[in-house]
């Protein structure tokens, strides 16, 4: 080839190299794979709804957020939750911001809507104080709508929009954790049976996700519910030994999760929807199974908190937390540490076994 030269003496080889560094730079902000990304949810996922409200549910303190760049934000975590995992996965260069703090074009690469302590029920979760339950965040989630039908113009543009995006929902933990089986406060845990509660549950969460559906969503991942009863909380007040996790709670959490499955399969019968479930349960017990395989050592404490288990109080306003907290797989009485969210959420994106999602991950949701 002949040498090129360019006026201000710039040779083909410079121009290989411009072009080459232009391609990475390209690369690295590719557009995400989904145009946005609405989150629904409770305090593992919550990323600063709950800051400004009269709730015992925040964490806007530090040592939350010690590990987070931001600092303390209203994230029950040291860091990343499973949401902000998923959403870098996904592709998107920031991380998706709360509802309580959207402002317009924002909405269009989508919202967290999630608020710690809320449940499917709308009193779960009321001993903390102020909460957005489910029914709430869908609500808001329908003012969004309005919102981005104003800024695309009509309905049916934003219709399009919305039927590209990922709408992740994890519900159902403070339903079984602040309610059913705090009989001190609610009176679920004499009124049903296990099998009945889920039944409840279920059809309510059915009603809920029916709303989002007519409102335009259709790529659906439903998280499952975690393993509650190995919380530290839980050890710490039902556990004889401290490290066997409660059976009868998370008994009663495998029949609701079981009846997930079910609902993901009769949403999938209607047009253009795309539901699937991640078994946060199933992801959880092989991390317990074998936590030295995944880097973790400690997996019955929080890293920060009071009591037995560190978990008898969660983590208090300025406490100093356990310093190798990469190595803990829950950060308080009830949350997973980073480290736990950066697997959970990896595996909701690429399932690693089978029965990580049903029947798609997030990955192929997004493709779908």
Known sequence: MAHIELRGGLGFGWVLILALVSMSLGSVRSDPEVPCYFIFGDSLVDNGNNNNMASLARANYPPYGIDFPNGPTG?????????????????????????????????????????????????????????????????????????????LGDEDSAANYLSKCIFTVGMGSNDYLNNYFMPAFYSTGRQYTP??????????????????????????ALIGVGQVGCSPNELAQLSPNGVTCVDRINNAIQIFNQKLVALVDGFNTLP????????????FQDILNDAGSFGLTVTNRGCCGVGRNNGQVTCLPYQAPCPNRDEYLFWDAFHPTEATNIIVGKRSYSAQSPSDAHPMDLRRLAQV
């Open 272 to 283: 253009g929807a795309h539901f699937t479930y991640i078994n946060a349960y199933g992801i």
């Open 195 to 220: 099998e009945q509660f889920a039944d409840d549950l279920i059809n309510r969460y059915s009603q809920h996700l029916t709303t989002l559906y007519n409102y335009g969503a259709r790529k659906v």
């Open 75 to 151: 994230r029950f975590c040291n860091g990343l939750t499973t949401v902000d995992v998923i959403a870098q996965l996904l592709g998107f260069d920031d991380l998706i911001p709360p509802y309580a703090g959207a402002r317009g074009d924002q909405l269009l690469t989508g919202v967290n809507f999630a608020s710690a302590a809320a449940g499917i029920r709308e009193e779960t979760g009321q001993q903390l104080g102020g909460r957005i339950s489910f029914g709430g965040q869908v609500q808001n989630y329908q003012a969004a709508v309005q919102q981005v039908v104003n800024i």
